[in-house]
């Protein structure tokens, strides 16, 4: 039997089209020709001026969430713990794989803000996103009329943009491919409060507040508004209280299966990652616990925003978008936090909910946060760029259309990995490459778990898959350019920091005047001459 008999709708070669695709993609464009036909006309049928005439839009991002941890989507922990995003989902829409396009909040959100993947606007890491001044969806829907609520675009986390992020984060995500094998997080014990505290997570609560307060002063002017509202929360540290815990089933919270075996780059995101609370039976349970306790509570603050659209009436004209910039490995994998493409980590919720969305519906199409931007477009009836790299999914949304491309790419190049990572999900499988490392393969309808990497055992199919990723992503290619600019990035750093030493406050430290080995000394748990001795061989290695 062939691969090409396995994956059946595949592509075959470079040639882009079979009947089934093409009979797809037609649909699809003539689906979305439709919509904007009903756009163009809806701006002359209705009253008042074209932009009164625009639906409001409300996108809900939170940090860290695993797509899969959501009850709608029958997860027995928190069967009873997400009653918001399940109401939310049964009058609207929720993709059960959709994937974020890059494991790490910076780069995620710069895909998503921009329309882009990493490999064209080069968001390669925490400190490095978007350049300031570069067009958004938020300047395409205020042409049109749109309200935003800050600057920026809206209330909480924003991080799109370069700049921002600790020395750790950046070093970490410049230096790892010289393979320096010493622990650099410190991760916080996982915490249960003694008391029956609701808002645990103060911060993120306020947000959701100032949200409340916008909605209630700013969403009766003339205008269409978009508010955005980002929360921190699920995002480690571990930390809940008895009252988020006493909603999840803890009985249904089980061990992840062991690996069959350890990949080298998962081996080097242990070291780098360095989990210290250990992996018994005991601390997986509550920590994996812990974290769907802070989903519950994340799930209470979309409550409260969407018990503040119905009580000003809003909800009938309004959109809702819940999402999350990446997952949570949480446990999973001997892991914690995100930075790889196992679906702990690349999946995220994503509901939908509005004018002319299908109510409760589970959609299976494969899709990604790369998509956002253009549905963005059609919800609000905006112009986006001809340079998207995702698809709208109102087709989708609003029963026009089942077909759609149906696959999901995701990058990385941020820290805790000492090289690059490709995914291509399509069908039951998900490839990942890794420049310099052997690939992973799993079948996801069969090891859902993805701990049986059928890379040797299903060469076809790797092969194909790795076809068909290289077909969207020239990936061998763009890692030689990441590796070209962490090298530059890390030398000019270093040789500002030499002369100009900083005031380090960062994990624990509090140096006023730290220069280079004090700063390395804190983001490298055992730095010493021998490290650094690796590091200056890798820079000078040549990069083709």
């Known amino acids: 039997m062939k691969a090409s008999d396995l994956i059946p709708w595949k592509r075959r070669g470079r040639r882009r089209c079979s009947l089934w695709g093409l009979a797809g993609r037609v649909g699809a464009r003539l689906a979305r020709g439709a919509a904007v036909l009903c756009g163009l006309l809806g701006l002359f049928l209705q009253p008042g001026t074209e932009a009164a005439s625009r639906p409001n839009i409300c996108l809900i991002q939170f940090d860290s969430w695993d797509g899969r941890a959501l009850g709608a989507l029958g997860c027995a922990p928190l069967r009873r713990a997400t009653p918001n995003c399940d109401r939310l ?187 210290t609370h250990g992996f018994d039976p005991q601390t997986v349970r509550l920590t994996r616990s812990i974290y769907y306790a802070m989903i519950a509570e994340a799930d209470a603050m979309a409550g409260r925003l969407l018990d503040q659209l119905d009580r000003l009436g809003l909800t009938a004209n309004t959109y809702v978008i819940l999402v999350s910039d990446h997952g949570e490995n949480n446990m999973e994998h001997r892991q914690w936090y995100k930075m790889n493409m196992y679906e702990s980590s690349a999946r995220v919720p994503f509901i939908v909910a509005g004018p002319g969305v299908m109510k409760g519906r589970v959609l299976n199409n494969i899709v990604s946060l790369i998509d956002l931007y253009p549905t963005l477009m059609d919800m609000g009836r905006a112009e986006g760029p001809g340079n998207l790299d995702g698809e709208s999914l109102m087709p989708l949304l609003t029963g026009r259309t089942t077909r759609s491309r149906n696959w999901a790419l995701a990058e990385f190049t941020g820290s805790t990995a000492n090289t690059s990572m490709f995914m291509w999900r399509e069908g039951d499988w998900k490839y990942v490459a890794y420049p310099g490392r052997p690939p992973q393969l799993f079948n996801l309808r069969e090891d859902p778990d993805e701990i049986h990497n059928l890379a040797r055992r299903r060469p076809e199919i790797a092969r194909l898959m790795d076809r068909r990723l290289r077909e969207t992503v020239d990936y061998p290619e763009v890692h030689r350019r990441w590796i070209r600019y962490c090298k530059a990035a890390f030398a000019k750093w270093r040789e500002r920091l030499q002369k100009h030493p900083i005031h380090l406050k960062e994990y624990g430290a509090d140096i006023p005047r730290a220069g280079y080995e004090q700063v390395m000394a804190n983001i490298y748990l055992g730095w010493d001459a021998k490290w650094e001795a690796r590091l200056d061989a890798w820079l000078a290695e040549p990069t083709p």
């Open 89 to 275: 989902a049964a009058r609207g829409a929720v993709f059960r794989n959709a994937y974020c396009s890059h494991p790490i909040c910076c780069p995620s959100r710069a895909n998503m803000w921009s329309g882009r993947y990493t490999h064209h606007i080069e968001s390669w890491n925490n400190h490095k996103g978007l350049e300031p001044g570069a067009e958004t969806f938020k300047n395409r829907l205020e042409r049109v009329g749109y309200r935003f609520a800050s600057k920026l675009g809206g209330i909480g986390k924003h991080d799109y943009l370069s700049g921002g992020h600790s020395q750790l984060a950046r070093v970490t995500a410049w230096t790892a491919p010289a393979d320096i094998e010493l622990p650099s997080y410190r991760p916080a014990k996982p915490r249960v409060l003694p008391g029956l505290e609701r808002r645990v997570h103060k911060k993120d609560w306020s947000l959701v507040d100032k949200a409340c307060r916008w909605l209630e002063e700013e969403a009766r002017a003339e205008k269409p508004f978009f508010l955005y509202v980002s929360m921190g929360i699920p995002h480690p540290a571990f930390v809940t209280s008895r009252y988020w815990l006493s909603r999840i089933d803890r009985n249904a919270v089980g061990v992840p299966p062991e690996d069959d075996e350890l990949h080298p780059v998962m081996r080097y995101q242990r070291i780098s990652k360095n989990w």
